[in-house]
């Protein structure tokens, strides 16, 4: 394992521990299951979108 690799992981654990302690990790998890969701399974007409930002 890389540096760069252990310290990308040790940076998602902190999050998620900040997310946990803050008592939003409920929320989150909903959300990213929902744009999980949405990667793997588009809408029908996903392709009619624009990307912006």
Request: proline share 4%; aromatic share 12%; net charge negative.
């Amino acid at each position: 394992m890389s540096c760069a690799g252990g310290l990308a992981g040790a940076e998602a654990v902190l999050q998620l521990r900040a997310l946990n302690d803050n008592g939003d990790f409920d929320e989150y998890w909903t959300f990213h299951l929902a744009r999980e969701h949405e990667g793997l399974y588009p809408t029908p007409d996903h392709h009619n979108y624009q990307l912006t930002a």
